[in-house]
């Protein structure tokens, strides 16, 4: 008896089931109805972040002292992968806070965490990592923002730009990296800091408008003399890129949930739309050419999960994963790119109408293949991995 390529792995535990259970019917339940205005108003969803705190989706993999759930990064996978399988937008605003989560949970004093990262935790707040400046994407070590200190507090000035999670009204603290000095090999120094919503010298600039990922919201950041105590350094000085650099590995992870999520959800909207949906006196679901498109993207999505739980498991058993982030990472955005074009495709005219979850997915496919490095520097790291 034939049998579908299953939805999941058989190897994951009943915990991982039920979590993939719960957070599907509270997106079809909670994100599914309003997308569409999300998308339109570019809105973040305060009231679904904040049922979600609830639900402990933000904080699964994050210590329970701090207010998480102790959960592992597989699970966080598939919490992530079931949001953006309705709405990607949603899933980021997520992710991005885990990172600043991650940061500090790893690197902040015990006055840090009980501070800042509890509230990121609980949904109070929402956490935003600012990295990327204007002349610095991919290359962090080309930053231009720098940070002064005069034996009492810190100084920082400089701007950032392509922000998530920045200029929200629960708006939480913002991790952001500057140069603090210059290294004895003439490198420079990075350092991260916490700046607290509401702090002298600390403005918002534009939002950033987007093709895709319309309901997380972007911005431009500035700080003119930016003014916070030394007890505001995350970590050690000097510490920055190399903190940085090591959540980097599980935001691919991460980007590849999100990817996996735009590919099972074309997929989802492709099988259904072709089961309903006649032409020439036939269901869509009958044209040859057509099947073959959702072959391909039941095999990529299948392939994909494996890989990215495969990364996550890794990352569980505290073995190495930085190859496997970036081979998941990169397959996942790629394959999600190219189902969420044929999903436009089999849609036909209706693909192309904003009102349709598949024209919201298209946009927001070609995000993923963008953030945490893009696909070129992914095969870059990869290339390297097989050649050494």
């Given at each position: 008896m034939n049998r579908p390529i299953p939805s999941r792995p058989h190897w994951l535990t009943d915990q991982h089931a039920m979590i993939r259970d719960a957070v599907r019917r509270f997106a079809e339940a909670q994100i599914a109805p309003y997308s569409?205005?999300?998308?339109?108003d570019e809105a973040f969803p305060y009231d679904i972040w904040r049922e979600a705190a609830q639900l402990g989706f933000t904080g699964l993999p994050y210590p329970e002292t701090w207010g998480g759930g102790d959960g592992d990064w597989l699970s966080f996978v598939i919490v992530l992968e079931e949001l953006a399988r309705i709405d990607c937008a949603v899933a980021n605003a997520l992710m991005a806070n885990s990172t600043v989560a991650s940061l500090l949970s790893n690197y902040g004093t015990p006055e840090q965490k009980d501070r800042f990262l509890r509230p990121i935790l609980d949904g109070r707040q929402i956490g935003s990592i600012a990295l990327s400046e204007p002349d610095a994407g991919s290359d962090a070590a080309n930053l231009a923002?720098?940070?002064?200190?005069?034996?009492?507090r810190w100084t920082v000035s400089g701007s950032k730009t392509f922000i998530s999670n920045s200029g929200t009204a629960i708006g939480g603290p913002v991790v952001i990296a500057a140069v603090t000095g210059?290294?004895?090999d003439g490198r420079k120094e990075i350092s991260n800091f916490v700046i607290p919503s509401g702090a002298p010298g600390f403005s918002t600039g534009r939002k950033l408008r987007k093709i895709g990922w319309r309901a997380s919201i972007t911005h431009e950041l500035f700080f003119d003399e930016c003014a916070v105590p030394a007890d505001h350094l995350l970590g050690e000085r000097g510490a920055g890129l190399r903190q940085?650099?090591?959540?980097?590995s599980t935001g691919r992870i991460l980007i590849g949930a999100l990817a996996l999520g735009i590919l099972q959800g074309s997929l989802d909207r492709s099988t259904a739309y072709m089961g309903t949906r006649r032409a020439f006196g036939r269901a869509l679901s009958e044209f040859q050419a057509l099947q073959f498109k959702v072959a391909d993207m039941a095999t990529h999505a299948h392939a994909a999960r494996l890989m990215l739980y495969d990364a996550a498991a890794l990352k569980d058993a505290g073995l190495p994963f930085e190859t496997q982030a970036s081979l998941a990472k990169l397959f996942a955005s790629e394959r999600a790119m190219e189902a969420a074009h044929q999903a436009v495709q089999i849609h036909g005219g209706y693909g192309v109408m904003a009102e349709q979850a598949v024209a919201r997915a298209f946009g927001d496919a070609k995000v993923l293949e963008i953030v945490e490095g893009t696909s070129e520097i992914q095969r870059m790291i990869i290339a390297r991995a097989v050649l050494a």
């Open positions: 569409e205005k999300l998308w339109e923002t720098r940070a002064t200190f005069d034996g009492e210059t290294r004895p940085t650099l090591a959540q980097i």
